[in-house]
């Protein structure tokens, strides 16, 4: 993780960890080292960089940031406008884009906000671009073996433009309906777009392979996103699933990347039951090439048991999709993805995308002819207790000699019959402290002991 970008871009509170004056710096970086790219490979052509944004008030400030930068760059930038992060991923590989920008603090209150960077095929962006970013940033960069402390300014037409494109949003929703390989007729679907990004796509999707759909959460009014709704607070959805009688519910967070789900009996259906369904789905039919599943390593202790059972292998990475998804690509496997929803399909996206997840779920229900609780039944869940403690260092919380031998005896009073991760968010100023065990009391005792030991230490704000 750099500076000011982390495992999921450059995130914090709208003008105060993150400022207009930061994006328009973005925005002029990428736009001059996009154009000089091409540049010195011999294309006389200004770079085009593509911009999504989710439904947050400042969404509008920081968009509005980034395009002055990139225009004033001599690059040309085009708006997809309110869209999900997998959306400007897919247009930015399929439509030959330099690089694509994605305005969105996820799941996150509306007063935050971040900005994501992808690149030309649909993947996060390098660390190494990033790293000249912070720089540009802070002042100094070295990039073609210059070191820069400024960047021109373009000048009469070599300034940029500004392109409407949400011809490439409605591109990708065709595309999402082109995945529909069985038709929802007679399926009673509910929807929770968070008031976020999905809120005009999901609907439309679902309706055109012929679902009966009923949705929540899709009144965005800039304030809105994500607060009662989405997949952070699937309370809801489950309420609404069970009083509405329906047969299933999807509910996303803010930018639409990652997918949560509810059975037709009102249970919650985690990112680690998504994986477990999907992924005997397609060892059923031969398609689980490697016979491999990819996970975090906050994925459920009784997710690897019932994988075991069916005979499908895993692997366990860092916390964060970009991570899972590196693993994806370096050893060829198919499905991959988070507890919280972040589940990546590689012959279909490069991200993690809400929307087709929850497409591809209902391809197993009409597949199989099953419910989903009846699909879910193989994998039992251990109990899992998270505290989130927020801390004024994370690394030297971490590093402390006690918090370490806090650590260890939890780990040992526990043995093979679950598991201590402390590790610190990604994201956030907070050391996350989880426990799994056969019982809930047994967790919080577990949790309790290393979380007593952090603040006792003084580390907790």
């Known amino acids: 993780m750099g500076k000011y970008f982390g495992t999921d871009g450059f995130r914090g509170e709208a003008n105060v960890g993150l400022t207009a004056d930061h994006a328009f710096k973005v925005g ?19 770079a085009r960089i593509l911009i999504g944004k989710d439904t947050r008030r400042s969404s509008y400030m920081f968009e509005y940031a980034l395009v002055a930068g990139i225009t004033a760059s001599g690059a040309d930038a085009y708006l997809l406008h309110v869209t999900t992060t997998p959306s400007v991923a897919y247009i930015a590989k399929t439509d030959d884009f330099d690089c694509g920008i994605m305005i969105s603090a996820s799941h996150n209150p509306y007063y935050d906000n971040g900005i994501k960077l992808i690149n030309s095929a649909g993947e996060k962006m390098d660390e190494y671009t990033i790293s000249l970013i912070e720089g540009y940033i802070d002042g100094e960069f070295t990039v073609f073996g210059e070191t820069y402390t400024e960047l021109p300014y373009a000048y009469r037409e070599k300034i940029g433009r500004t392109v409407d494109y949400v011809a490439g949003r409605n591109r990708y929703i065709g595309y999402l309906i082109s995945l529909g390989i069985y038709s929802f007729r007679g399926m009673r679907v509910g929807l ?36 009662g709704v989405g997949s952070t607070h699937i309370e809801n959805l489950q309420k609404f699933v069970v009083e509405n009688g329906l047969d299933i519910g999807f509910a996303y967070d803010g930018d639409a990347d990652r997918c949560l789900c509810v059975d037709e009996k009102g249970n919650v259906v985690t990112g680690d039951h998504i994986l477990y369904v999907y992924s005997k789905y397609m060892k059923d039919r031969g398609k689980l090439l490697t016979n491999t599943v990819v996970t975090t390593v906050m994925s459920n202790f009784g997710l690897y048991k ?5 005979g499908i292998g895993y692997a366990k990475t860092a916390v964060g999709d970009k991570y899972v998804y590196e693993y994806m690509q370096k050893n060829g496997c198919r499905i991959g993805g988070e507890q919280s929803g972040h589940i990546i399909f590689t012959k279909y996206a490069s991200t993690g995308d809400g929307i087709l997840t929850s497409l591809k779920l209902m391809e197993v229900m009409l597949a199989s002819k099953k419910k989903m609780s009846e699909l879910c039944a193989g994998l039992t869940v251990y109990p899992q207790i998270l505290v989130n403690v927020k801390v004024r260092d994370k690394a030297e919380a971490l590093g402390d000699a006690d918090v370490k031998a806090a650590v260890r005896a939890a780990e040992e009073e526990v043995g093979d019959s679950g598991r201590i991760l402390v590790r610190e968010s990604g994201t956030e100023p907070l050391i996350r402290v989880m426990a799994e065990a056969e019982t809930e009391e047994f967790c919080k005792k577990l949790v309790g002991g290393i979380v007593d030991v952090i603040k006792k230490k003084g580390y907790a704000v």
């Open 28 to 46: 002029r970086f990428l736009g001059w080292y996009c154009t000089e790219t091409k540049r010195r490979a011999g294309s006389p052509e200004s």
């Open 192 to 227: 929770d777009c968070a008031n976020g990004s999905s809120w005009n796509i999901a609907k439309s999707v679902f309706d055109a392979l012929g679902a009966k759909t009923y949705v929540i959460g899709a009144e965005p009014d800039g304030l809105n996103i994500n607060n």
């Open 306 to 310: 019932a994988l075991d059972e069916v």
